[in-house]
């Protein structure tokens, strides 16, 4: 435990090993988001991806938002689509529209072109946002990393951008499903890789985002996405604690949990107390609806409360949103929240 | 039971009463759609809202869709925004926009100001409609009415069309709860009036569109939601058979039944036999992914059989995709679920 040697201990880190804290730690999805004004100012100088390629830029947002916020955890400031583009897919970001993937993959016959990724090679912008962050950060605020999962990768890599219904990657999913296979064992592996190489950039924990995996049955996670997420856990460090997250996942709990990760991600769509108590052995990361920051600190706070109840001060809890963080957020509701979370919290 | 005096017994009515059938009844959520080259013949010549609201070309999409994929039961043609034209929003379809209503409700000051609706003056138009239809249809085919539920309706008229986070909706109910159980009431008042004029003019069946109630947890079900879709279903006609349907709704299927509904829509995020165990004395409808429909008959054979055996022959069981089925869909694969469904369920 890398963290050990040169830090103090940390209540982020010390929860994500159950291991019991002073306070229930905090972070917010999306921390580093287009609700804070420090962010806004550095958006209206360069376009998102030159934010995520430009290491002292992602470095800057990144500090500034945990500062800001005062949260336990500061999360390394790049996109889950990254990894994509040394693969063979060109990335782009339309404004208000989200990522946009050229020409989307359609076709079985493509996938075994896809190139390997070397992580210090094709993304060293982000392992040396990695290193200038964890140097600028306090010492006791543990830097999180973080890639898309193979399922989601591939759902971008298919549709071309978002979707609302997921039909062309079910369609290929279906009709292609050995092609399916190779595309994502080949993308366990880069993510795999791109997630150690983050952890000896200086990462010291790690979130994979299977942010819409959600969109497929239990029976369909078992079949086409199980095998490969588990291959992403596998290939980690030990010892470098991890979460996993997905959106509307609260059929696919257990079956996440099976997948791998030391703390689970609990959506707003569930009750944290009914979720945790099926995921034995684990521990639980959420779960507050990002639409309460909008609804001001007396609804926040019983908000908060009816959470730490739900939690009931077992270790294990890390308090965040249900899922990330909404552009027009009044600053002050999520200030609110961390100062409410550390103070209700406080034992 | 007013089809019991007048027709011949119907398998899919007497499977939305739990009563043995011969094999598994199956309709398809928006079966008179895009996807299907009679719709979009009338299409070309008429905008959705003008096909809405001229009854003689309602029923005949309606009755056309019915006859070309074979399914047990006929669902009227009409949108679940209708209401809240005569209610007072401005209600239009932009072409791949979907519903857009003018002027959104963002001021809780407004909620008195909406008009309550005479379904015979205001919304004739659905009732003429369904009159026809139900001439037009073989005596055996039930013909299905339908509303949004009020959670639906407010969201639209919060947000001002469809939405991905719900967080006006949730801002307006979290910050104003009084205007926000205002509105329900009101909604739910006239949705009740709006279903039971649609059964005297000939709906044999009923379904609540909740579709987007998924967005809320449990706990935010129970307070903001319940009690409006309780009163929906209280102000129905005793023995009109009724389902309750949502999408992303697996944890708020047991609220949703305390809510109302004979029947319980299921989606493509959970397996059948889970969600009915959780459904004590209800029937359930679904559940195939309607991405399935576009990966061949073979693929949809196997998904089928599934479903059927999760459904294990017991009484109750009305086959449905877990939610409206995709524009792009092949026709074909609508009409192989639909003799899949009658072939494998034989009994």
Known sequence: MVECRAMPPSTFLRALRREPVPHTPIWIMRQAGRYLPEYRKVRDRVTFLELCKTPELACQVTVE??????????????????????????????????????????????????????????????????????????????????????????????????????????AFMYREPAAWHRLCAKLADNVGRYLVAQVEAGAQALQL????????????YREYVLPHTQAVFRALPPGVPTIHFGVGTSTLMELMSEAGGDVIGVDYHQELDQAWARLPGKGVQGNLDPAALFAGRGFIEQRV????????????????????????????????????VHELSAR
């Open 65 to 170: 938002a945990q500062a800001a916020l005062g949260v336990d955890a500061a999360i390394l400031f790049a996109d889950i689509l990254l990894i994509l583009e040394p693969m063979g897919m060109g990335l782009t970001f339309e404004k208000g529209e989200g990522p946009v993937l050229a020409n989307p993959l359609r076709d079985a016959s493509r996938v075994d072109g896809f190139r390997n990724v070397d992580p210090r090679e094709h993304l060293g912008y982000v392992l040396d946002a990695v290193k200038l962050i964890r140097r600028a950060l306090p010492a006791d605020v543990p830097l999180i990393g973080f890639s898309g999962a193979p399922f989601t990768l591939a759902s971008y890599m298919i549709e071309g951008g978002s979707s609302k219904t997921f039909v062309e990657t079910k």
């Open 209 to 220: 985002f299977d942010s819409w995996v959600g969109h497929l049955s239990p029976s369909d």
């Open 305 to 340: 409360k009816r959470i730490l109840a739900q939690a009931g001060g077992r270790p294990g809890h890390v308090f965040n949103l249900g899922h990330g963080i909404l552009p027009g957020t009044p600053v002050d509701g999520a200030k609110a929240v961390v100062e409410l």
